[in-house]
């Protein structure tokens, strides 16, 4: 799923050669940004970390050059020089309505936006170039009979006929050497492989064609701002090269130091500020009123950032708001959210107004989940674009405002980034998650092990090298909820590395203090002599599979429990109406105090989510719960924890018949609950550390006056 969709998706055709492209509207009135495509070995979608957070603000517009993606792949040398690829990129201007833009590329698409400029000067405001190929002769014998193929020896045509592939994945390789960039590495390769080697090899002469007097006479011809940026360990255009377009064209060069041939995917934070302010700077200064609030007139604010994939983090940091609250009563409270978060939000609760610009991230799981399968671990990677445009949002926000604490509940975007970004902070950050290390499932095989591994380096490595970038990490829970599996090969375990960086705040409760059961079913509706069974699957909008499953077992639950009741609850995202149910099943949507439910009910069937099985053995109530399959952190984290506690009965959904789920409920309702008791001042014992972080509270005489 994307982070943004495109608002007009078009081609023109030229000389009988399609050329697709993209349009993202932005402000009124703000200037278009033109985004160029490399070379034929990627399309457009090389773009997807830039366009969400540039079509914020400017109109963008991205093009497929010939040989990939959207646009034709024509036959022949000639179809492919230079001249031919800015006769589409004019064409393409011309067909979106657009007199002048800033032309942005990479690599080839750098030399291209250049050309543009030189060429066609009236229709070029700027030019970003990044890692330019100008000039760019690939290593000789090309066209050689080759015995080896060994690293650049593969840029040969013979070779690209028999190993297609093997030259995509070399090439890729030298375009992210940088380290923990493997999700970068798998885009490329796979858009790499939507051409083919006769359209590539047909590229090869005109890539060889401009000579570096060639380069220097397009440079020199280009009369608007350049901004250069080229990374200085970069593998396939030299850094001199950048160095050289710079003086070429007096323009302003960005160095990054260790930085590869495609940044825009590898510090796609810093490529995306440097256009945007590049872009800015053209358009002079901003019209407006500024205005500055002193230090002695701020009012205390935290800003709360909090998970939306599932309604957990969202009930616990309610919690955890309310007790910092209480803590510090001269505190405001902001919320970054997205729905489902937003509907467990009470009128204490300040959601940010940018809240509007996150890209969905309950949407991205729900298209990535099978029938009761959601390969958690995947799905959060290829999350990939929408995560860094959120982290743009919020990245805008602090930016435009002082927060005397910023806290991420499991914003993994934030946490990554920054990280990434550390000059980025502004305040005092907390993370909070209830769970540490992503572990590979079994039949991931050991290309997943790998990846997991990697991630979790990655996640070593950022802490060590900037612990105090986290200025407090609070795991929910307690020590002995962690496993004890290894982070990865070389990497300690889940449970040492958590205790030795992280505070434990132990579980928060989200079903407030303990209630009268009698009182709660008569408020209900519910008799005394009846049997109830809920079933409910969280707010992430993936377990409709199931709750058809535990219903088609009632008529069979009945039989065995006479009188049962069975209460299906669908959570914000999943329609009731979609859920077909026999009849005497009630059904019912949203139900924002469910933890009533989850309280009186006898028994009660789940997913394997954290929070909701959390709250029933806080409650004493027998349950069975269903992990999703490949959901590592419910095949693994939860069912550590749950049993620890002697809680619930796990089921597998792949095995289970609706008649094994009726004697399962059967057998719940039949047996004692012996699950080991759960402290529940989780929420006080997190605002605790969460406080100490804001500064001390403000006496009367020192408060500002009105």
Not at 91 to 109: E, N, Y
Not at 240 to 253: K, N
Not at 598 to 609: F, I, K, P, R
Request: with cysteine; charged share 25%.
């Amino acid at each position: 799923m994307r982070a943004r969709e495109p608002d007009d998706v078009g081609a023109v055709v030229r000389d009988g050669v399609t050329i697709g492209y993209e349009v993202f509207d932005g402000p009124e009135g703000a200037p278009t940004v033109l985004l160029l495509t490399s070379w034929a070995i990627v399309h457009m979608r090389q773009w997807k970390a830039q366009v969400p957070f540039l079509a914020r603000h400017f109109r963008v517009v991205t093009v497929d050059g010939r040989g990939n993606g959207t646009s034709d792949r024509p036959r022949g040398a000639a179809a492919h020089l230079d001249r031919e690829h800015i006769a589409d990129a004019v064409a393409v201007l011309d067909a979106t309505g657009t007199d002048r833009a800033v032309a942005v590329g990479l690599s080839m698409g750098a030399r291209h936006a250049l050309q543009l400029a030189a060429w066609h000067p009236e229709r070029v405001a700027g030019v970003v170039a990044i890692g330019t190929a100008l000039p760019w002769p690939l290593p000789p014998g090309f066209d050689e009979v080759r015995d080896t193929h060994e690293g650049w020896e593969k840029a040969n045509a013979h070779y690209w006929r028999a190993d297609f592939r093997g030259w995509v994945e070399f090439f890729m390789s030298r375009v992210v050497p940088e380290p923990h960039s493997t999700k970068q590495f798998e885009d490329l390769v796979g858009w790499g492989l939507e051409t083919d080697p006769e359209t590539l090899i047909d590229t090869v002469p005109g890539i060889a064609e401009p000579t570096e007097a060639d380069a220097e006479a397009i440079c020199r011809a280009v009369r608007c701002p350049v901004l250069v940026v080229h990374g200085d360990a970069d593998a396939v255009t030299p850094y001199s090269g950048g160095v050289a377009v710079a003086a070429w064209t007096g323009g302003s060069l960005v160095s990054i130091p260790g930085g590869g041939h495609a940044p825009t995917v590898r510090d796609p934070v810093r490529v995306n500020l440097l256009i945007r302010d590049f872009v800015r700077s053209l358009a002079g200064p901003r019209p407006g009123r500024v205005s500055w609030v002193p230090a002695r007139a701020r009012e205390r604010r935290v800003l709360l950032v909090s998970s939306p994939i599932g309604l957990g983090h969202a009930r616990r940091d309610v919690a955890i708001a309310e007790a910092l609250r209480q803590r510090c009563p001269d505190v405001a409270i902001d919320w970054l959210a997205q729905h489902p978060v937003t509907t467990v939000l009470g009128p204490r609760d300040r959601l940010h107004p940018a809240s509007a610009g996150l890209a969905t991230e309950s949407a991205h799981i729900e298209s990535e989940a099978g029938e009761h399968d959601l390969h958690a671990f995947r799905a959060i990677r290829r999350m990939d674009e929408i995560l860094l445009a959120n982290f743009h949002v919020f990245h805008d926000v602090v930016d435009a405002a002082h927060y005397d604490l910023v806290i991420a509940d499991e914003g993994w975007e934030i946490d990554h980034f920054l990280h990434e970004n550390p000059e980025l902070k502004r305040s005092p950050y907390a993370w909070l998650t209830d769970f540490v290390g992503w572990l590979p499932v079994p039949d991931g095989g050991p290309a997943e092990a790998a990846l997991t591994a990697d991630y979790n380096a990655e996640m070593v490595e950022h802490v060590a090298r900037y612990p105090r970038l986290r200025d407090r990490s609070v795991f929910v829970g307690e020590p002995e909820d962690l496993v004890t599996c290894p982070l990865g090969p070389g990497l300690p375990t889940v449970r040492d590395w958590t205790r030795e960086h992280f505070a434990f705040a132990g579980w928060v409760s989200t079903a407030g203090p303990p209630r009268d059961r009698e009182r709660l079913r008569a408020e209900l509706g519910w008799r005394d002599d009846e049997s109830v069974c809920v079933v409910t699957v969280g707010g992430s909008g993936v377990g409709t599979a199931l709750l058809r499953r535990v219903a088609a077992a009632y008529p069979c639950a009945r039989e065995r429990v006479p009188g049962l009741r069975m209460v299906l609850v669908t959570g914000p995202r999943i329609d009731p109406a979609s859920v077909a149910v026999p009849d005497g099943v009630e059904v019912h949507g949203h139900v924002p105090d469910l933890e009533r439910m989850l309280a009186a009910c006898d028994v009660a069937v789940v997913q394997g989510g954290l929070t909701t099985t959390m709250e029933l053995a806080e409650a004493g109530r027998p349950f069975l719960y269903f992990p999703l399959a490949h959901h590592f952190e419910q095949q693994i984290h939860v069912p550590h924890r749950l049993d620890r506690l002697g809680a619930g009965t796990r089921m597998d959904y792949a095995t289970s018949t609706p008649e094994s789920i009726a004697a399962a409920i059967a057998e719940a309702l039949a047996t004692p609950v012996r699950s080991a008791p759960i402290a529940g001042d989780g929420a006080a014992r997190a605002a605790e550390l969460l406080a100490s972080l804001l500064d001390r509270p403000l006496t009367e005489t020192s408060r500002p006056l009105p």
